[in-house]
């Protein structure tokens, strides 16, 4: 087969129906991202895909799948189908029983998306390898990634997210992962589980979608692990514990932090190991322990992929660091350290001790900009006030708060760090700029929702990244 998918295997894969003859190369669900050759799904969210056909086709898309035709548009470049949704489920699934590809996927509170994109760094030498680029690991996202997935694929890393019960199971089931992983269990959507139990429960249903024989990769050091452990079991998987007890399969020995590394002693299936990444933090340094133990179990060589996991760096919005000019000369330089695509609060701590072993330049200080964690329910002013004892903050001078529960935070912290609360990003974003100083090291983390981004933005926008600049492929 030329492409990804010919009109015929699409149809065949969706019973689907086809006027006319095609090959598409790709799939898209954006009519503005796509690229000669796709095929465009037809997706209903907050507006019709249908609308979109005609511009979709305009810009060079081959097909569209289809739930009706909409007026003026060829039908020969149409698969019709009954629901689109339901279509590309049906070629998610036809696109993992045509490969032989050994199939990963991955959940967890945190570090699920880094633990993704180092697998792909660490696989990729080995053979041809699958995963999607960004966080794809929704009801909608994870079909897409399979459907995307070339028939000629050797490993697949597939990442599932969830933000209510019942999620993850009918995903890892389309997946049919060969390796499933479970990074950890924090708190995290506790609105929509009431306590941590329930995300473990939630988190375990990985484990259900387990192909034949396969293998499942779980987080032994936090209180919610035997849930883990009973659901592999019951499952029949088999099971591989990762963490810092002498008893696990894959062994945290030791974890160096320095400015802009990590480099970690490990002992993986019975084998010690000594290998780095590009990134300071203990968090890349079990989530590197985690993707290592996870490509020897798909059959990748460890030593080679603990070479190319060396080159790993965070990508935009997970801990990228970036030197800025915020002065019209050189007199205002400072690094700045984006982490705000998310936050909870085992997510911010490891964010924290990242900005810890951070060293400013010259008499620069470590200032944290941090932004509410929402999804918490009604523990979260009491998680927010905590984060004031973390050891961390022995070694950071300013703490910035954004939103209504990190009131909570601001309240609790010790007046020496106590820097200035804004009720907006918007607000914190025209406020931060006047109070930094040359070689200021600033952390910005928040949850989606509060939009700690547009602070972010606001640093670029005033600044311009140089060529130390360290940015992924995120």
């Not at 998306?113 to 680029?133: C, E, S």
């Not at 966080?135 to 990634?145: D, Q, R």
């Not at 459907?147 to 933000?163: H, K, L, Q, S, Y």
């Not at 000369?329 to 998310?342: H, P, T, V, W």
């Amino acid at each position: 087969m030329s492409g990804l998918w010919t009109a015929g295997d699409a149809a065949a894969a969706t019973a689907g129906r086809i006027s006319g003859d095609w090959i598409a190369r790709g799939l898209s669900i954006d009519s503005r991202s796509v690229v000669p050759g796709d095929m465009f799904i037809a997706l209903s969210a907050v507006r019709d895909g249908h609308d979109f056909v005609a511009d979709a086709l305009a810009r060079g898309a081959v097909a569209a799948m289809v739930s009706r035709v909409p007026d003026g548009v060829d039908r020969a470049r149409l698969l019709v189908v009954d629901d689109v949704m339901a279509g590309l489920r049906a070629l998610a699934v036809a696109a993992r029983a045509r490969t032989a590809a050994k199939v990963i996927a991955v959940t967890g509170s945190v570090g699920k998306t880094t633990v993704k994109d180092m697998l792909r760094a660490a696989l990729a030498p080995q053979g041809r390898t699958h995963a999607a680029q960004a966080s794809f690991n929704n009801h909608w996202g994870v079909p897409l990634t399979l459907a995307r997935m070339p028939a000629d694929t050797e490993f697949a890393v597939i990442e599932i997210g969830m933000n209510a019960p019942g999620e993850i199971a009918p995903l890892s089931r389309l997946s049919r992962p060969d390796v499933a992983i479970v990074t950890t269990v924090a708190p995290a959507h506790l609105e929509a589980f009431g306590v941590i139990k329930g995300i473990a429960h939630e988190k375990a249903a990985i484990f259900e979608g387990l192909a034949p024989g396969g293998i499942a990769l779980a987080y032994a050091d936090i209180d919610t692990a035997p849930i883990l452990f009973d659901k592999a079991r019951a499952m029949g998987a088999r099971l591989v514990r990762f963490g810092g007890a002498d008893s696990v399969e894959a062994r945290m020995i030791s974890a160096r932090l320095a400015d802009r590394t990590t480099v970690i002693e490990a002992r993986i299936l019975g084998t010690e190991r000594a290998f780095g990444v590009g990134a300071s933090g203990r968090h890349y340094a079990m989530n590197a322990l985690i993707a290592l133990t996870a490509a020897e179990l798909a059959g990748a060589d460890a030593a080679q992929a603990a070479i190319a996991l060396s080159g790993w760096t965070p990508v935009q919005g997970r801990g990228t660091r970036e030197v800025l000019r915020l002065g019209p000369g050189a007199d205002l330089m400072i690094e700045m350290i984006d982490d705000a695509f998310n936050a909870n609060p085992a997510s911010i701590a490891a964010a924290l001790e990242m900005l810890a072993a951070a060293e400013p330049a010259g008499r620069g200080r470590r200032i944290a900009v941090l932004g509410d964690m929402l999804e918490l329910g009604p523990t979260g002013p009491a998680l927010h006030a905590a984060l004031a004892d973390h050891p961390a903050m022995a070694r950071i001078a300013l703490v910035h708060t954004v939103g209504p529960l990190m009131a909570h935070l601001d309240a609790a912290l010790p007046a020496a760090i106590r820097g200035s609360h804004a009720d907006s990003a918007d607000a914190m974003a025209t406020a931060l700029p006047h109070t930094l100083e040359p070689g200021d090291i600033v952390l910005l983390k928040g949850s989606k929702g509060i939009k700690v981004s547009r602070v972010v933005d606001a640093l670029r926008k005033l600044g311009q990244a140089t060529a130390d600049q360290r940015e992924g492929p995120h």
